[in-house]
């Protein structure tokens, strides 16, 4: 409630973007690239070493698959802790005059706000993550599309300009009295 009128907070399902997507890749990538690197070693142990690595982390090993997941769903869940304060939330509501019905101001608006936030990253984590493994899944399925370079990132941005031009375009739309783009 703000100044008599209603108003939500906008808490977004996937509030880490594709940030988690490029850090979890990041640390896939590098001990596979270094591998790759001593792979052509002229010390065999060196060399076998790094092959062995190499094809353990290749993405197209469910075991890459799945670290590829976790990784995206804990680096969601360490993104959103990182950008998102409720303590900092709940003090503008209060020194705004804003308040969650049946939430008392100060701490418990805090708790409050970190509980929802928490449940809703829950989503947006699983989101993240079946959107960073489709790629990678659909690839080892069906070994045809292994060679296609539009990854999890790259949808994931695709659809969110996507989205973001609609918005605009409702927007204008509205500015100049029209019904509405999106029904």
């Known amino acids: 409630m703000y100044q008599g009128g209603q108003t939500f907070l906008p808490l977004r399902v996937n509030l880490a973007g594709v940030i988690p997507i490029i850090f979890a890749i990041s640390i896939l990538q590098f001990p596979a690239q270094l591998a790759l690197y001593f792979s052509f070693s002229a010390v065999e142990g060196v060399a076998s070493a790094a092959r062995g690595i190499a094809s353990f982390l290749s993405s197209t090993t469910p075991q890459y698959a799945l670290m590829y997941f976790l990784l995206t769903l804990g680096f969601t869940y360490f993104y959103t802790a990182f950008t998102f304060k409720p303590d900092e939330t709940a003090e503008q509501l209060r020194k705004n005059g804003g308040f969650i019905p049946g939430i008392r101001p100060g701490r418990p608006t805090r708790d409050y706000l970190a509980r929802v936030v928490s449940r809703i990253t829950i989503a947006g984590a699983l989101f993240l ?36 031009t609609m918005k605009q375009i409702e927007a204008q739309l509205m500015m100049r009295n029209y019904e509405g783009f999106i029904r």
């Open 129 to 164: 993550g079946v959107i960073a493994v489709a790629p990678v899944v659909a690839g080892v399925l069906d070994p045809k599309l292994a060679g296609v370079a539009l990854g999890g990132t790259g949808l994931l941005i695709v659809v969110s300009v996507v989205v973001e």
